[in-house]
């Protein structure tokens, strides 16, 4: 058992339970707690520290919140291994008791069983309309809303707009704030491991507004190569903008260099960290190819939509394609839609140097796409630590939804196979059934519960305009695809088929263990 | 003299400041208390009243800043003529005290002699550099900040977090929430005479984001009329999306109707009640033509940018071209960043039917670009009161700006002439010198004040890329061109010339009376 000794008299002024919350996080942090260590149990420490046992609980419950402890029934609370965990900013390991007004109080924390709602995300009029009978959604797109840190954002607000500060009203700069921008760039070198300074980063109301302006970065007109399935709307917005389309299908062996070539486009639109929605992961020995092959011409340009890599439920977070990219050739996009909300409207690009140049000279006039006040309270969400703590904390949430959805699933008899877990906010399940994807989906509709045909994340009749055939891989109803799987630790995969059956998306990111049990229950209705 | 009798027992809750407030606003918006009516003094009101002086002088000091009331020194204070303000909503006349509580507290509103200060609003870095010396800024884009409601937009952000509202993080309607379409959809009805429903309502982050969206949805590759001299931010953002762009020097008669017909446009990009940076009103007859001829062809369609008509310091607002198209032509464009502020980045767009169509089917796939907290206060703004209160003491203060800065320019020998007077937040000035427009900004600079060429505001080389020649009447510093002034209330012009002479942009939006004097003086030392 580890012993526990905290001054509580002296240091900075906080509450007692934030000093004992961050020196155990310190203490964890920096290995004087390895990981499966017992600690005491609240009660001890409350009489050692002569603390009343709620403060002692309420640390730990921030701490558990976070995934620095967790609690095994009957044995108590263990360290957990937390090589995994974000650790933002100079500002960690923290000093006693530092920043604690504006550290967020556990005590809403923990609410579940909320009643089921239908979300509605980024959906058309006439859809919601459609769908005004569905109660329980498993949209992929849906976060969980449930634990937003309402206080701290109500603070930062009210500290942001505190002083009456004029410069909060002037348009600003037209990449976004220099304070967000250092807050982004010093996110992603620690996150994700991506190379750059906060004057190559261009922050914008969300991904497709960021694709657009790149439309005119890039000059127009060039063949872009995408994955098949992929996000529709990554596809729209640059068919809108002229550019010529091709669709990969990912086939067996992901996307291979060789297909690249024989394709010859100017642009590839990729998800390496992370497909979506397949859930595969590159291999480095690709990623590595697909740089050479664009080094080789002065425009070819790869994008990587590193849209959901926050969350990752085993093993290192796998870092970025950016990070790799020596030559300039990379376009990193990163989005808050799904680590704080899509509702929030903030994402940004890395731009490499050349790039960067063609947006000052091409696009320098547009102004900044996010209201200054909002920049503002994201920068100090980010720069007091919130974040860090924000993204562990729905980490752990999100990982027990999907370890209680995957728990769920290998109880039920249609479900063939689950792909794509370990990570993000949906699986895939093949579903043995005689149904047709359509009908499983239609069925489930009427029993009040939506699930996503993986069919809508494909684009049709775009395989391949140029040549007749081949590529053609992808059926209506019936999908022969395969997956790179990270195993373990090392991010080296192993290829699985999967084919002849229907394939289903079930987000978990919104839907409470409740809601997620009565779902599969009306899906069992509609599959046994 | 006004006989005031209010019952301040009765009535809703409110501070007795508000009541006597509310009450002789009220009377005046009703007509019972007339223009030019004499309003007691505040000693005497407070003796009749029972209230403390300190009372009636803020209830008076909000009456002022809302342009209700008049101050004349030694005199007294006098009924305004108020058939020029704005009054929004259904909410109007109000109850007595109701809505008290979000009222702005007027304490913060009358504070002048700020310390000078560099705007840098939209420039780049380098540009800012170059700047780094500057301290009085003439800049046309620049607002006043100083009066800004920071209380009651503190409160409402307040309002709008308090109760967890977890609907406020899902993405939201791609067109913007409906709520504030509404409060839209009455402004632009009430103000502008624009016929609109919610739903005709694009909302945006910013103009360029929406003419971006437009650009989308035309198709592209039209040609687009625009007038010259303009804003050249629109011209490029249709510029990059591969626009065949055409300018139309605004000569001696405006743009004719004739030159429209010879140059074939498909779009006719204007701004009809307040051209920038002229400051010219289209003739009604001119604005018929206009629609006659988008009525011609299908796929013709005038843009309206409508950027600053919420300030006219003389006559009534001018109708939008919009409030007059029976056809379906108008593409009506409007935003909050001059009548609020910039950095909010909320503009909106009213799409004709068929338009609308095609954003559904082409554009409709797209997320909103404004954050769903920062709707939810705008909304708020708008539909209690708020909005409305600000643009009126908003149109007083920059009347007050407008008025001192023509009072000192008539004083100085150089002023040859003052053009684009009586509207917006800037004048153009006819200087009377030996100097080029570029040495008159140069040594401007030189002595910390800057002020804008109007060559900055043309587009050069794109005059008439078909032909030779021929609408070629803009020189490198000289312009010759004419505008259309408002004569008094009717709204018809008469044209005057000028020629041979630089002309330098003067906005006043942000400076003080002392930094304009200051800023002058300093101009004094260039020109005589």
Not at 277 to 287: D, S
Not at 357 to 379: A, D, I, N
Not at 458 to 470: L, R, T
Request: glycine fraction near 10%.
């Amino acid at each position: 058992m580890i012993e526990i000794m905290i001054d509580l008299q002296g240091g900075a002024k906080a509450p007692l339970y934030e000093k004992i919350y961050t020196y155990i996080k310190n203490e964890i942090t920096i290995g004087k707690m390895a990981t499966g260590e017992k600690l005491p149990s609240t009660r001890l420490l409350a009489q050692n520290l002569s603390v009343s046992r709620s403060t002692v609980e309420m640390a730990y419950e921030q701490l558990l919140a976070e995934g620095y402890i967790k609690a095994e029934p009957c044995r108590g609370f263990f360290v957990c291994d937390v090589t995994e965990l974000y650790r933002l900013g100079v500002r960690l390991p923290e000093k006693d008791g530092a920043q604690g007004e504006n550290r967020e109080k556990t005590g809403a924390g923990f609410r579940t069983g909320r009643l089921p709602e239908t979300s509605g995300q980024g959906k058309t009029k006439e859809s919601l309309q459609k769908e005004a009978a569905i109660e329980l959604d498993f949209s992929p797109y849906a976060i969980d809303t449930e634990h937003f840190p309402f206080n701290i954002w109500r603070k930062i607000h009210k500290n942001v707009l505190l002083d009456d500060r004029e410069e909060l009203l002037y348009a600003g700069d037209g990449q976004g704030e220099f304070g967000l921008r250092c807050a982004i760039a010093s996110y992603l070198h620690q996150a994700r491991g991506v190379n750059c300074e906060p004057s190559d980063i261009v922050v914008g109301a969300g991904n497709e507004y960021l694709e657009l302006l790149l439309t005119q970065i890039l000059g127009g007109g060039q063949k872009v190569l995408m994955e098949n399935p992929t996000y529709p709307q990554a596809y729209h917005t640059f068919c809108n903008a002229g550019y010529q389309m091709e669709m990969l299908a990912v086939g067996e062996q992901g996307m291979q260099i060789e297909e690249v070539r024989r394709r010859n486009p100017d642009i590839v639109y990729m998800m390496p960290s992370h497909q979506f929605p397949l859930g595969t992961v590159m291999p480095l020995k690709q990623r590595l190819e697909l740089l050479k092959w664009a080094a080789e011409e002065e425009n070819r340009y790869l994008i990587e939509d590193d849209h959901d890599s926050e969350y990752r439920y085993r093993g290192k977070p796998i870092p970025s394609l950016q990070s790799v990219d020596t030559v300039g050739k990379v376009i990193y996009l990163g989005t808050f839609s799904k680590s704080i909300a899509p509702s929030l409207r903030i994402s940004y690009m890395v731009l490499p140097d050349k790039l960067l140049e063609r947006y000052h000279s091409q696009c320098g006039f547009y102004s900044v796409t996010v209201p200054k006040m909002q920049q503002e309270v994201l920068r100090a969400f980010m720069e007091e630590g919130h974040f860090e703590r924000h993204l562990n904390k729905m980490r752990g949430i999100y990982r027990s939804k999907h370890d209680f959805l995957l728990g769920e699933l290998k109880k039920r008899s249609w479900v063939k196979a689950v792909r794509g877990e370990h990570a993000g906010l949906h699986v895939l399940v093949e579903v043995r059934t005689k149904l047709s994807e359509q009908e499983i989906c239609a069925l489930a509709g009427k029993r009040g519960v939506r699930v996503y045909g993986i069919s809508e994340y494909f684009i049709y009749g775009e395989e391949e305009k140029s040549e007749n055939g081949g590529g053609n891989d992808t059926d209506d109803n019936v999908f022969l695809y395969s997956m790179e799987k990270t195993k373990g630790e090392n991010g080296v995969g192993d290829s699985r088929e999967m084919s002849g059956c229907p394939v289903v998306v079930l987000g978990y990111g919104k839907l409470t263990e409740e809601e997620m049990r009565k779902g599969l229950e009306r899906l069992d209705e509609v599959l046994n």
